[in-house]
Nanobody
Framework: QLVESGGDLVQPGVSLNLSCATS????????IGWFRQAPGKEREEVGC????????YYAEPVRGRFTISRDNTKSTVYLQMSGLKPEDTADYSC?????????????????????WGQGTQVTVSS
């Protein structure tokens, strides 16, 4: 099970941190992807973090502004967002898939992810 939290209505330029709390599996061995879907648009990947101490990947629109990290002891993955823009407004979801150590999660597609959360809404507006 994956449960996202932290979504909010914020002004442009501020920071916001999302959490993805996992249960039912050992997070260490799973890659976690963050995705978002804005109204009327297709779901897009924000970024991902590979299993164990593997690499992260960020989509170009968020690179340099968003950071994904994991705390396996808390079974939680975080999405730290800074410099938020109105175009970041979307429903944000996390997803999980068992992944071999050091396999780069950037090669995964959304269909590869086995488990999905329900999402948390982020609205960036002045």
């Amino acid at each position: 099970q994956l449960v996202e939290s932290g979504g909010d209505l914020v002004q442009p330029g501020v920071s916001l941190n999302l959490s993805c709390a996992t249960s039912g599996f050992t997070l260490d061995y799973y890659a976690i992807g963050w995705f978002r879907q804005a109204p009327g648009k297709e779901r897009e990947e924000v970024g991902c973090i590979s299993s164990e101490d593997g690499p992260t990947y960020y989509a170009e629109p968020v690179r340099g502004r968003f950071t994904i990290s994991r705390d396996n002891t808390k079974s939680t993955v975080y999405l730290q967002m800074s410099g938020l823009k109105p175009e970041d407004t979307a429903d944000y979801s996390c997803a999980a898939v068992s992944l071999a150590r050091y396999y780069p999660c950037e090669y995964l597609k959304s269909d590869d992810y086995a488990y999905w959360g329900q999402g948390t809404q982020v609205t960036v507006s002045s």
